[in-house]
């Protein structure tokens, strides 16, 4: 299996319980997570060799961090405890017609204030395979950009493949400035995650990648990939492809282009119990089925059922092993096993 | 905005987790609410000044539920300490083919025991624009009705606009009584509120005002709607269409006639957290158009959408603002706000 | 109403809240249950006369389980207190495209390890009119295997029906070994619950019972049911038929051969609260069907109704009524009962 | 073992979690108890046979009572279901200086509704040995309190011993109230268990039973036992001694006079979990001592140390084994039993 | 009654459950409140018109804070909407030996960013009694600091007493730091509430005020309070007397000089349910007894019992009513209300 | 700080919220644990490289056994998947009079089932310093104990300091049986863990090491550890001085021989929130101490405090710091660390 490093910010989620308003709120759910966080805990149940790298504050909700990462085996011996706070947001889980909601907290956070020089990559990336990134990492404050750059130059330094999830929020940054802030970045990676609809992404390539429902194929997303393919020099593109029809019900496939052909899996209908972290199940999905030698078409099968069961676990983290994922990509499905 | 009075009961509702039965339990819920006053919270959270006014008894529970509301910002000053218990019902929330079931354990409460000449309504509908109730008030006793009467006649004196939910419940009292127990109070409606397939409003009007589904439109609920206006003398009326796959899934739509044409909203899929107060979102919405002075497709509009997000929302107040309830009505739809 | 004795093991059934994983999981929900047991309390809500007998360790956990049982008006008395340990399982209930997941942790349970001569069947028997176990005990030890026949043939001796419920274990044991057991237990069996596809009665009949869901009906189901009435000499057959679309939603019907003709329910959309425990309700709804002399239309039609309510309900008991079951049955459906 | 009858109102009992204000709980403990409940449940967990006479009414609550009552081995077969509301109440469980709190529900209870000739006492009393109630089922209604001396003249026309807890209660009637009504029903009751501050029992004695802490001894309580017995005609009185220290530190001792002789218990120190029912723990010691046959000082001790682990265990049941009372009354103590 | 306006930073507070470590806990329980707000809620349970000022976010959570203090009759209506977020802090429980434990994350509060000539104070203060303030909201900011001073020059022209609660807390500033800050404002202040171990009250005084348990009374605080009424012109004093022999048990007493003599109360022993905001229940028990008109005894007394029930209740507020503190003040004590 | 290696069962702890019994409980609280394992977790809080070494089922159990030890930061890389399931007991947590309770499920467990030759002790012992196990893994089985002597030789051999505690158990064998077999592996130990009353111990010295309360003190037990010198060749010996005076309050002391003097430490009052793995902090302390080359007496002082603390929070594991223990060691006692 493979060894990888991701490299972003762990948040403590405050999430109201029985889709309850926060304004009804008696108790709130505690989970730690952060994309790239979840990506690495995933990579671990799929049994890579997974390192986080992050910063924590020194007191008992940094260190609270790092215990519920690693009890799910990934390496958080190269977290900094640094900085005055750990970043936070609360969550409310929608359902039906009613949207998830989030109001963040995350101002100031040690991640946020995490400078270039700080970490050793050069250590880190010491025998490793993979490095992957997001876009929110670059997002939250510049000298956090600055080391996402100083990080992929690392790598590939090191020769370990770079993959990025683009994961744009608008509450972070506008497309604009998200589009300046990672265009020099995305020059050093190799595999690309996204979605059609992300406008940094698109407004890095200078075309739009959403395409009705209706008109959807591999072959459809063929020209969006190229465009990305020729302008950012990716090796590998992934694209994740979602319909809202409730806050408890969405569809999912993934769009997988291996350097050589398009491959789109089939479309899951998902009931969902917890929805943040479903594209990092994805993301995940995809490391694995290039680490593991997949062609292009089980790869993208393995992603979108991997992003399909992440929307059916409680909290960010997707705790499903290989064999689960392929139960669910095949017909296998859902009765009981017992 | 406007300027808000309801009046009714206040129950404690105390709900079985998990949708278990009554014989599993261990743990009840606790919710405080009542049709009119889910009303006058969820007017609150449209931004009116709303003033909810019921009678509760002089003990710890009594004023758990004057707490329970205010913590909304509906003005409980003129609620009556008075009588000798707050009535009460247990809920178990169905799933799927199980109805919801509801114990009450209502007689002899406090707003039962409430007569004429307790309340100031002189007082309370100083500067005040709106007045609504239920026929459930009117159910309840005699005397709660004697007192719905006194309300009505005092508001319509006092220059207000009133207006009614006919909310029929076949457990507290048969067609018939409904209809003669009504037939006078609802002279002094402006504004009516119903469902076509509520036996005390079919009784006064002389029509059956269920449509099929195929056969639904705005139009189609123009002769029920005109009766009405004719018959009863309304201003205005608005319908409640709801149909039931199950106890988890709904579709539900409004009709509104304002005075001039019908309106009919889309129809809404609902996958339910908590029907109970699906109704009052509606009548709040109707409320809120009115004195918000939208066109009647947008009445109509805002009302549906927030009659369905009720049901997503633990608890019998809806919870939510004018923004998210315009935000269900288009089509934006339900993707995490974050 | 009748007067039932069901015969098998009782578990203590460990599930975690939310559908955690068993790795998140902070606290388990405690259910004591078993097939057999789940049928007599069913039958015990529907008004019967029920006994279970089984074994328990002479423990708190073995009495906490009989405590359970006996809650809902099941005649434990006969409940022997012997052997070592009350076996186990933990349940993850599944969401969407996610499995619900048993780890069983069963063996040497008391129940495993009860021995021909240790229950006084005459005396159980005395008075009753029925008998039934599953193949789930013939599963568990060749001693219990030996148990359930003494049983089946001191209940023909004393002139009662008897019934059993195939329920098919992969993880107890192999279609061959299940065929080789059970092949001389179901001689004394009058009438047999199982599904179409259940290995063990497909060996035994020599015939695959599984009918793709376009071409289900009544008829289509008569030729495996007439070679089950040939080859084992059954004078009642009853079936399940379940789709499986995702761990929240299935389908489910039933078809019951009254031993003239053969009948099939409607097909039931079920959203699943708890899966456990579904199979059961529908053989106490047959079990009930006959008892009540309702017509084969009638018996299928409850039994499906039956089924569809228990996967309604927390844990692995059907705790509804014949009147909640028939409303179900017919179109009266979900409305709130208030 | 003994064949023991007790006959008195079961109540709904919602008390807040954690210590918690009713104005602050959002969720409510559900508890079924009531005084002469609980003695039945104390005596069946001693290995008698104990039957419960009540009235619920015939809904869910109701039967939930009675699932409550008989899952732990208590008959409750002769419940009647009639009339129209289940008592309740709520309970603050206090802490330190701050008192527990009750308010009570309980009028127009299905229990104070039953009337003389309701109840077949002598099909229940046959072959039964020992029949029980409380000062509190004499207090809840005029027709309740006729039920009681029905049941005390059946009981001892058919040989049974009877026995009587005062259990004065402000909040149901006053001392005088109680005197008058009591005074002739207490003339069937063979034991008598009270408080030397039960004002009833002082009434009716014309004596004050309260002795300083400093004072107190077997001989010190001898006057006021023996005015009792001549006055009241008693066989065997016990009195209970409880001092408390805050909500959550009481003291408890015994007194008990078998017809020959006064013994005292040790005192316990208690840190509370939960009070109520902890004299129900103290009478069920009393009756099995009897029963069993120990000697005064045996009984008593027995008795004491049931009534300070009744303190200790959440709920009204008192759910200890005769061997875990017979630990506690000893030096055996508290260490884990591993 | 009094009309009392308080102002200070109401904060989020998470809490882990069961004493738990914050790096065990999967659920926080969630309470607003905040030493200023806390008074403010306990005079409103005592029946005196009470405002809070002060300022929380345009978010979901400030709103929520809003809520949770209006609940309990607290007028809300003055609170700004304003800055970037609520100050919070975690809090773990401690027992036994083990200390409670708070991590602070209240940097860049909405209260904390508060600005002179934000708040009307000559609007507020129209028609009010008192005015409430702490050390803790001078510490939090320069700013904050500024605002208060204002807001009591502001009391004091409109002829409102003035009472300030030192409340030293060393993670906020050192004792020099409070001492210069302190100095000028407290020169309003009339009635001074603090600890004779608080470092800034000592400082400004220039006298230890911290007497060994064996010489307390209310003659050995004399000197100590003349200091201060001498060196800071207060007209009225009240110390708080607190030993702590473990998480779970402290021993606490209060001292009282009305301006003309010196009182002491009882020392209560508590058994701690939640001790945060037991010093606010202590600071609102001196108010109540100084606008009911108490003599000194009586008002100190009041005040160490509010004190003392304000520590067995979950949560900063003390819920009690006027007459539960009086039943606690005198030695009716903790039996059950019932 | 040191590298330490400890070896032995962990056990799924199930036990019931609110000092429930397990007849009443619908929920257990999980935790995972076993005496060893709680001795390296505390350890790894203190700063120490701990290792674990146990032997866990290949399931989902299994797993989450290895999870819950890992988030606090032990080595778990060295535990055995193996054997058939993973040992469980449930607990009772008692309060009051009424003691704690344990219903063990451990028979058959991949524990008990390890055998020699099964774990690389050279490789695992490879650079460690200090190698722990107790009485408790010789108990479990003969293979188990095999496997303890089989470590405790190689560490020997090592050249690492071995450590037992004796943690004698009644459920899992006689005390002659324990003598049998500890016998010669304690030949192998350096540091000797125990209680005065640990019946193993005082067989194998020959003398009780018991001392009643007031005859406490260093030298009225150095007869006691001088024999167990002498006759079992340890170098330092540890002694754990528990009185019971209720489930809710114990006191505890240590005594330590550091090969020159003993010394004792002061008697800490305990309110006990789970007293499980109480002994295994002691251990912990006894460990650090010596590892961070403390003197006698403040090693002891640590060990105690250490003790104290681990019995005030909520599962096996001693969650502190050694800045926490210290404070707890001193006087600076439990006052809210805000």
Redesign the interface.
């Known amino acids: 299996m493979g060894r990888v490093v991701t490299f972003g910010e762990i948040l403590l989620r405050?999430s109201t319980p029985?889709?309850?308003?926060?304004?009804?709120?008696?108790?709130?759910?505690?989970i730690y997570g952060g994309t790239e966080c979840n990506v690495a805990v995933s990579l671990a149940q799929f049994g890579h060799d997974a390192t986080y790298v992050s910063a924590v504050p020194a007191?008992?909700?940094g260190?609270?961090a790092i215990?519920?990462v690693?009890?799910?085996?990934v390496d958080t011996g190269s977290i900094l405890r640094q900085g005055?706070?750990?970043g936070?947001?609360?969550l409310e889980i929608?359902?039906?017609?009613?949207?998830?909601?989030?109001?963040?907290?995350r101002?100031?956070s040690s991640a946020s204030e995490i400078k270039p020089g700080m970490i050793d990559w050069v250590r880190i990336f010491q025998g490793k395979d993979w490095f992957h990134f997001s876009g929110i990492t670059c997002a939250i404050s510049a000298s956090a950009a600055s080391v996402v750059e100083e990080a992929a130059v690392a790598a590939k330094k090191a020769g370990l493949t770079v993959s990025c999830d683009f994961n744009y929020?608008a509450?972070l940054w506008s497309a604009e400035k998200g589009r300046q802030v990672m265009g020099p970045i995305v020059r050093n990676v190799d595999v690309a995650i996204g979605s059609g609809r992300d406008p940094v992404l698109q407004g890095l390539i200078g075309m739009d990648g959403n395409i009705p429902a209706p008109k959807r194929s591999a072959e459809a997303y063929r020209p969006f990939i190229e465009a990305a393919v020729q302008k950012l020099g990716f090796k590998k593109v992934a694209l994740t492809v979602r319909d809202?029809?409730?806050?408890?019900?969405n569809t999912y496939a993934g769009v997988y282009y291996d350097g050589q052909g398009v491959a789109m899996s089939r479309t899951?209908?998902?009931?969902?119990?917890d929805?943040?972290g479903g594209g990092d199940g994805f993301t995940a999905g995809i490391v694995h089925g290039i680490l593991a030698g997949f062609d292009r078409q089980h790869t993208v099968d393995f992603a979108a059922?991997a992003a399909?069961?992440a929307?059916?676990?409680?909290?960010d983290f997707n705790?499903?092993s290989v064999d689960?994922v392929e139960?669910?990509a095949g017909s296998a499905?859902?009765?009981?096993?017992?």
């Open positions: 405050l029985r889709h309850e308003r926060i304004s009804q709120a008696r108790q709130f759910d505690i007191n008992d909700l260190q609270a215990n519920y690693r009890q799910f085996g005055r706070r750990l936070a947001y609360f929608g359902a039906g017609g009613r949207a998830s909601k989030v109001v963040y907290d101002a100031d929020r509450t809202i029809y409730s806050s408890s019900r899951h209908d998902i009931d969902i119990v929805r943040v059922a399909a069961l929307h059916t676990i409680h909290g705790l499903v689960e139960a669910a499905g859902a009765d009981v096993r017992r």
